[in-house]
């Protein structure tokens, strides 16, 4: 049976969605398992230690001895690129699970309870939310310092609004429907209409924020460790690296030392955002 032209355009939207969604989604588990891999890799001795200095030269171009080269420190760059993986998912997942643990509840109470404590924290979260992202996870990296557990409470607070506003609403949308009213007659308790009828029914979108805010939250982490705000200087960060490449390139040119950490963050964003806009259509099929 022939298709018409809106049914094949159609047909190839929903295919190349399904497509890219693939990609995301190996993209991501890819970034996984190397973060999986990389202590074993190293254990088997066929990854370098990121904080030893090699006893070659450093600024070494790619090579057999060292795929992706060596820094102008003298740091293996395909060992530094592999474990800065590990800490940009440690920091994010970290990040974006205490944003969402944070913004969830509040939304919920928020929009059921209503009254002056809903007029309080959508004051507060519209507050926050108007702030530029990147320069409030750097005000907040200046006041906690450095570390995994500091960056990720500098870059929740940006992302606490997002979880916050989205369950709000819907919130506000659902608590009219008649099985809250029928849960409210029949005796039932705060915590139980939020806990038994109202979280599955408003959490919908929460996955596809999770996985876009993850996106955004490494070219954050990026730009933190680029400042000298994220890590330590000793753990392998990609924004750090960069910034080291950054200072390198005035002596020499090596191009590899900026392109490998370069592409490998360019790749998780990509892959998560991909991944994210699946969901979000999975999720939500009036939005394709």
Known sequence: ????????????????????????????????GLVVLAPVLQGLGWLQDPTEFLEN?????PSLSHWFGTTRLGYDVLSRTIFGSQAALQVVVLATVLSLVIGVPLGMVSGYLGGRLDRLLLFLMDTIYTLPGLLLSVTLAFVVGRGVVNA???LSIAYVPQYYRVVRNHTVSVK???????????????????SRYLFLNVVQSVPVLFTLNAADAILTLGSLGFLGLGLPEETAEWGYDLRQALDGLSTGGIWWTTLFPGLAMTLMVVGLSLLGEGLNEWLNPKER
């Not at 355009?9 to 295919?15: E, I």
């Not at 030269?57 to 171009?61: A, D, N, Y």
């Open 57 to 61: 030269p450093p600024q070494e171009p």
């Open 152 to 154: 990720a409470i500098a």
């Open 1 to 32: 049976m022939a298709l018409s032209l809106p049914q094949l355009f159609r047909f190839t939207d929903r295919t190349l969605s399904a497509r890219l969604t693939q990609v995301g989604l190996i993209i991501t588990v890819f970034f996984i």
């Open 176 to 194: 009219t429907e008649l099985f809250i009213e029928a849960a409210q007659a029949m005796g039932a308790s705060t915590w139980a209409i939020l």
